[in-house]
T-cell receptor
């Protein structure tokens, strides 16, 4: 079974530029999560999708971050414009939605904002 | 918001030694999870705990869900070099509403094992 795929793996941009990350969850997984992991910290949930609907985006900085999962499969996370403090690893995870669901994480996209 | 305090922040041990780390929360969770993260990779689930007081083992790993539902510990016995990595605890609320499925992570414990 293929795992969660993310691209790109690395991205370096200048502040005020825009950037987009892509995630392909495990086939059949209804729930998709985007996490932000700042160096030295644990991951922090940004947004959770159930199929193509948003379940929780309470910690998403909506003035600059946006995410979509139009067909309930792949998802993109966008930052526009980027700030220095956005430098982090952006992790995508997916789960099946069963009772004791396990979240499977992708390898992450490492973003450096200069 | 909810916060998890994980300790110790880092550990340097000799191969063969046992390791213990713990996690405490200011609020209750009904699921506790322990993950390991290797450099350049996402976290991988090691153990999941679903009931207060539950003690679960997975090979050399043992974890317990505290009776108060506000804490958990992870033990690793007879450590080996491949145990090196960052270990995270995570609490989860399995209930209705927007918190369902959301994981709250600790700050991580960096484990170094000297051969």
């Amino acid at each position: 079974e293929a795992g969660v795929a993310q691209s790109p793996r690395y991205k370096i941009i200048e502040k005020r530029q825009s950037v987009a990350f892509w995630c392909n969850p495990i086939s059949g997984h209804a729930t998709l999560y985007w996490y932000q992991q700042i160096l030295g910290q644990g991951p922090k949930l940004l947004i959770q999708f159930q199929n193509n609907g948003v379940v929780d985006d309470s910690q998403l900085p909506k003035d600059r971050f946006s995410a979509e999962r139009l067909k309930g499969v792949d998802s993109t996370l966008k930052i526009q414009p980027a700030k220095l403090e956005d430098s982090a690893v952006y992790l995508c995870a997916s789960s099946s939605g069963s009772t004791k669901e396990t979240q499977y994480f992708g390898p992450g996209t490492r973003l450096l904002v200069l | 918001g909810q916060q998890l305090n994980q300790s110790p922040q880092s550990m340097f041990i000799q191969e063969g030694e046992d390791v213990s780390m713990n996690c405490t929360s200011s609020s209750i969770f009904n699921t506790w999870l322990w993950y390991k993260q290797d450099p350049g990779e996402g976290p991988v689930l090691l153990i999941a705990l679903y009931k207060a007081g539950e003690l679960t083992s997975n090979g050399r790993l043992t974890a317990q869900f505290g009776i108060t539902r506000k804490d958990s510990f992870l033990n690793i016995s007879a450590s080996i070099p491949s145990d090196v990595g960052i270990y995270f605890c995570a609490g989860q609320l399995r209930a209705g509403g927007t918190s369902y499925g959301k994981l709250t992570f600790g700050q991580g414990t960096i484990l170094t094992v000297h051969p």
